[in-house]
């Protein structure tokens, strides 16, 4: 059984259910999730047939790593492949004041967003919580972070915005948080984990309410006509429902603030127009804008906004009172945006047995 994605209380009915005394499952759970072992033997407070026993029972496995990427500006990106086979990303972002994680709900996505690269992959299924987790369990032994909750920890924030819809897999992501989020264990604080959801309606309100972490919206158009064909969800929650959604998302202020990401394409949604609609759009919400140059990849149908476009953009922005809304792109030289280092991994196999080319030293612009 895999422990990762068990909360305290399935912990504590399997190891009820064993014949053991409730309260190893919270000394388990406090080696595994406060000191991140990964093998019962050094859980030096039980006894040598309960670490049998519970090394019997349970798996502590982390994914495996099959690439790993270090940017010269210190991003590291993991390429992680777990049990199936199945592969999935992970980036780790140091800036000054924070480290963030970026991690993958889905292998994939359902949907088909035209400019994200993830949507062309067709393989999809959903993380369980114990691969989920199990990215964060991974980034904190290979960044040094145990004990949680050190001063000095490097994992200080986490972003849900790599690979795949974290609303379409509501049940794993949200066991998966309340377990990263546990006091006793890594004990992360939900004003320091965001979801990215591209406005799977229905789950925000439900999120709000579950999780009440931070919430980004991939907005990327105002217009219902554009936004159809940029995020097709649109389509089932048209933007009026999304606003009113976000509007209503519990513990909004000035303080806890909803992020907009906006991926400025060229000529597409990036004129002084769409900038007025944007701004009026989310007049009187808690916002923060985030403006993501746009991250080609090959045969992509669009462009990035050239800079003066983005900067003229941003510069309304600020002049209607968002600071400093322009994405910064991290990990170029490793290929950062999420979806690209798994592709570039399949191409390189395709080259491999003779059908494509691998373009694995591609620039990348962007990261998420
Ligand atoms: N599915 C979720 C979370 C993963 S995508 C969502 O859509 O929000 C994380 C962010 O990366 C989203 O804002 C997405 O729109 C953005 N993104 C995807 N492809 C991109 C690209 N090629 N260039 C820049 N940003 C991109
Ligand atoms: Fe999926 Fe998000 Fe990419 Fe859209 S932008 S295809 S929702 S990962």
Known sequence: MALLGMDIAELEAAVTGAGLQKFRARQLWRWVWRHGLTSFDEMSDLGKPVREQFAA???????????????TDGTIKWLLRFADGNEAETVYIPDNDRGTLCISSQVGCTLTCSFCHTG???????????????????AMDELGDWPAGKPERRLTNIVLMGMGEPLFNYDNVVTA??????????GLSKRRITLSTSGVVP??????GDLGVNLAISLHAVRDELRDELVPINRKYPLAELIEACRNYPGLS????????YVMLDGVNDSDEDCAALLKLIKGIP????????????????????????EAFAAKVLKAGYASPVRTPRGRDIL?????LKSASERGRRQRTGTASARESAPSDATT
């Not at 000035?254 to 990401?261: D, F, H, P, V």
């Not at 916002?287 to 906004?305: A, H």
């Not at 950062?336 to 690209?340: D, L, P, R, Y």
């Open 120 to 138: 062309t992959q067709k393989l999809v299924r959903n993380l369980t919580a114990a691969e989920i987790c199990g990215q964060v369990m991974l």
């Open 287 to 310: 916002s923060k804008l985030n403006l993501i140059p746009f991250n080609p990849w090959p045969g992509s149908p669009y462009e990035c906004s050239s800079d003066e476009r983005i």
């Open 254 to 261: 000035n303080a806890r603030r909803i992020t907009w990401e």
């Open 57 to 71: 029972m349970f798996s502590l496995d982390r994914p495996t790593v099959t690439r790993r990427l270090q940017s």
């Open 177 to 186: 948080m309340r377990i990263i989020m546990s006091g006793e264990g890594v």
């Open 203 to 208: 789950e925000i309100i439900r999120c709000g």
């Open 336 to 340: 950062a945006a999420c979806g690209q």
